[in-house]
């Protein structure tokens, strides 16, 4: 009898593990895997299972519009961050990422730069936005608008590399190069690794030596 009854409970733990993996939570942690792993395509077909079980998951959506950003579906992942602020108006993260994928993915940097001083009034040292409006101002060939948000972005976060490596690429446009330079290093300082940064170093020095480069990289990790 003894024996049937642990047959009886280890069929019964066979028959309920499904039903407890099928979770929400499952689902997203599946997803955030597939996400790490570079498979865009099967991290947004997961957080769309989590979100069939917890539909009003800012998180959730917020997720799935940056795999979805990350496929180049700008679009689409702009709706998933809008159905974010449908279910809260206040969420600074989605504003954020709507407003990152307007100017970073469609070039709608006008759109974008609004929506990044409506997260700055209520935020304003809140360090994505401050690093998203300079890449659009940046973009929109506003470069002392570009320099006031990334000097901001640099006292907000000093350690964070990218804020120094963006400021540099915009020195670097102005004509600053020893400027550029000192924030390149800078970044590099912070982060050895930052390979972004040591090539925007060396097309600021053959810009000193009268050589001909490519434009700099603004950094965009962990943006989207």
Excluded: H
């Excluded at 047959?7 to 499904?18: K, N, R």
């Excluded at 290093?185 to 600021?204: F, G, H, K, P, V």
């Amino acid at each position: 009898m003894k024996l049937a009854i642990t047959i009886i409970a280890l069929m019964a733990s066979i028959i309920v593990l499904p039903a407890m993996a099928e979770t929400a939570q499952y689902w997203s942690d599946q997803a955030n895997g597939y996400f790490i792993s570079g498979d865009f395509e099967k991290a947004a077909a997961s957080y769309d299972k989590a979100l069939e079980l917890e539909p009003n998951s800012t998180a959730l959506w917020n997720n799935k519009g940056k795999a979805l950003a990350n496929l180049g579906r700008f679009d689409d992942a702009i709706s998933c961050f809008r159905k974010s602020l449908g279910i809260n108006a206040s969420n600074l993260e989605s504003m954020n990422l709507e407003a990152i994928a307007l100017s970073q993915g469609l070039g709608e940097n006008s759109q974008a730069v609004a929506i990044f001083d409506q997260i700055l009034q209520i935020s304003p040292s809140y360090y994505d936005a401050l690093i998203g409006k300079g890449m659009a101002l940046a973009n929109e060939g506003d470069y002392s608008g570009s320099m006031s948000c990334f000097d901001a972005a640099t006292q907000a976060r000093p350690r964070d590399p990218s804020g120094w490596n963006n400021k540099g690429v915009v020195l670097r446009e102005m004509g600053r190069y020893q400027d550029a330079l000192t924030c390149f290093s800078r970044a590099i300082d912070l982060d050895y690794n930052y390979e972004t940064a040591r090539q925007n170093r060396e097309m600021t020095l053959q810009d000193l030596n009268g050589e001909q480069s490519t434009s700099p990289s603004m950094s965009t990790d962990n943006m989207l």
